[in-house]
């Protein structure tokens, strides 16, 4: 299991594979696990990197084995950093429709960065749309309530 104490860090290149992907994956989630992140932060987190992973590897590298996706995390009590970069030509991050459109209900492009940027408390994009760094900001957590 990860020591989080001073944070934790990962900074590797890993191939165009979905299993690989998610070992990485999992790595993020026992260091988040290590450092007592709050279940729904820790839900909204996977869901985002998973988007990040899979969208580097299956629309930026196109499942191209000679490509890689270059990944940073950095997990502390109070945040996570996430950075993901693949090999591809990128894409224009400014001008994704909304998917929530009644026209678009049906399409399934657009939704993994909606995801990104709903789920984050920040998703950012490099200019040619081939880098995203997300932050997840700690949630306050609040006390259940008592039984009594």
Do not use: C
């Amino acid at each position: 299991m990860p020591t989080v104490e001073k944070g934790w860090s990962y900074n590797k290149t890993i191939p165009s594979d979905l299993d690989v992907a998610h070992a990485t994956i999992d790595e993020l989630m026992r260091a988040l696990e290590a450092a007592a992140w709050p279940g729904s932060d820790m839900f909204r987190i996977q869901m985002a990197i998973e988007e990040a992973v899979v969208n580097a590897i299956e629309h930026g590298n196109k499942r191209d084995v000679s490509k890689s996706v270059h990944i940073v995390f950095h997990v502390d009590a109070e945040r996570t950093t996430m950075q993901i970069s693949d090999q591809g030509a990128g894409f224009d991050h400014r001008n994704v429709a909304d998917p929530t459109e009644e026209e678009r209900l049906d399409q399934p492009r657009g939704r993994g960065v909606m995801l990104m940027r709903e789920l984050m408390t920040e998703a950012n994009f490099n200019d040619s749309g081939n880098s995203v760094t997300m932050i997840k900001v700690r949630s306050q957590e609040v006390p259940e309530p008592s039984e009594g």
